[in-house]
């Protein structure tokens, strides 16, 4: 039995979140309601527990170690409105058709961590954004404001700080009982992943790959490439007011623990050294990931990781690297030679989303498949090249078929017929599986599907 939890003292979390610098957070226009929505998600039950946290960890020791591969993925912003039961089961269901390729590609057992059940906080370039003369707050995330362009959806409201804690919850469950459920059958993902090889002509490279997939029938049982019936929770810790009402101390162990999720990252825009995110994720006790953009420096990234995870277990922290296809060869092998070199415990994994980002000519913003390919594949051969192990793919994608992306079945023409992300463009499901059948191919063909 797990132990029950106390609530964190509260002058621990609001020491951090009140005296140091926090980027990209909302100002609430009443700070009355934003002292209630805080004091009753204080009062709320976790949404995840200690002992899945560290179980979580552990699995990631084994991707730093280069025993696994992590397939993390999910929308870039939850949205209150398109909370479906479906939609979350198709997502649920893609992540472990990924596990399921990515597992073959690299002969290696594989960790599945959804974005999701708690992905409602945005970080954003500009704080206003200007239509037809009219400037209005930008949309940071339905825990903040509403999508709509309209002065009353984009003034900031605490309570939905609220909402969004109980679609979590509602989510977290629905997850619960899907992985536990029909998706636990080890033969559910490997079915749909040769549904879709075998759905086209023109993948026909696919079906092959996906009959070799079948053959080797290392999906299934406890020593597979992924266990059907887990599936982790992570999103960007953005909002302190969220993470800190929802840091809870394990009686158990004294530690504390953000309990919206499993897995929370640092986003590129807030990982400043003294800062109120780093100062928060140094205190809590979940594996933790960061963002890592273009312009990190040897030393910046050294100082992170020293300030993340002092005592260097594996598993604690998770490196995201988010460079671009025409930035990474450049930026990438010296922070992977010197963090190697220095011999620090990380996960190296790539983010081939947001450093490829554009605008269509329809206005869009989008990606294309082929830049992502590009990244992902410079990411696989920069970091084998340091002597580190390639740990993971972050992806933005859904289940559902959108066409946000650019690439398999999409143009730039066709972005306009289902765009629905209220946030960044998302890979469907047949991107994302090309995606994967396509590092597939140039990881066996490079001779070697191990690390
Ligand atoms: O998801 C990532 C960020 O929130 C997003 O890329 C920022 O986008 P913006 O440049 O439109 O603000
Ligand atoms: C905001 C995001 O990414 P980054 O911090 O890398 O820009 C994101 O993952 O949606
Ligand atoms: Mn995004």
Not at 31 to 36: G, K, L, Q, T
């Amino acid at each position: 039995m797990t132990e029950p939890l106390t609530d964190l003292p509260a002058a621990h979390a609001e020491t951090s979140r009140r005296s140091l610098p926090a980027r990209q957070q909302p100002r609430w226009p009443d700070p009355v309601a934003r002292d209630a929505a805080v004091a009753a998600l204080s009062a709320s039950l976790p949404l995840v527990v200690p002992r899945e946290c560290d179980r979580l960890t552990g699995r990631l020791a084994a991707v730093a170690r280069g025993e696994a591969f992590l397939v993390q993925g999910g929308d870039c912003a939850e949205s209150l409105e398109a909370v479906d039961a479906a939609s979350i089961g198709r997502s649920a269901s893609l992540l472990q058709q990924l596990a399921t390729v990515f597992g073959y590609a690299m002969s290696l057992p594989t960790v599945t961590v959804a974005r999701m059940a708690g992905q409602y906080a945005k970080p954003r370039s500009a704080p206003t954004e200007v239509r037809g003369g009219v400037e209005l707050p930008v949309y940071r995330g339905d825990a903040v404001n509403g999508h709509a362009f309209t002065a009353a959806d984009r003034t900031p409201d605490p309570h939905r700080m609220l909402r969004v804690y109980h679609a979590s919850a509602a989510t977290l469950n629905l997850v619960r009982a899907y992985v536990g459920g029909e998706h636990s059958d080890p033969s559910y993902a490997l079915e749909r992943v040769l549904r879709f090889a075998n759905a086209s002509p023109e993948r026909a490279h696919h079906a092959v790959l996906a009959k070799e997939i079948e053959r080797a029938g290392g999906f299934t049982g406890a020593d597979g490439w992924y266990t059907p019936g887990e599936l982790f929770m992570s999103h960007e810790g953005l909002l302190l007011d969220y993470e800190s009402a929802l840091t809870r101390v394990d009686p158990a162990t004294g530690r504390a623990y953000a309990t919206s999720g499993h897995l929370l990252w640092i986003g590129e825009r807030t990982r400043q050294l003294d800062g109120a995110h780093v100062e928060y994720f140094a205190k809590i006790s979940n594996p933790i990931a960061v963002k890592v953009g273009p312009t990190a420096t040897e030393d910046e990234l050294l100082r992170l990781i020293d300030r993340l995870s002092p005592e260097g277990e594996p598993g604690r922290l998770t490196l995201v690297v988010r460079m671009g296809a025409d930035r990474i060869r450049a930026a990438l092998p010296a922070l992977v030679e010197r963090v190697t070199a220095e011999g620090r415990a990380v996960a190296w994994i790539s983010d081939p989303m947001h450093g490829n980002t554009i605008t269509a000519p329809t206005g869009h913003k989008t990606r294309r498949l082929d830049d992502v390919r590009a990244e992902l594949t410079a990411f696989f051969e920069i970091v084998r090249a340091q002597g580190a192990h390639p740990g993971g793919v972050h992806l933005e994608l859904t289940g559902d078929d959108v066409t946000e992306c650019v690439g398999t079945d999409t143009g730039f023409d066709d972005l306009p017929t289902r765009y629905r992300s209220v946030c960044d463009p998302r890979l469907n499901p047949a991107q994302s599986l090309d995606l994967a059948f396509h590092l597939t191919e140039v990881l066996t063909t490079a001779g070697s599907t191990s690390s």
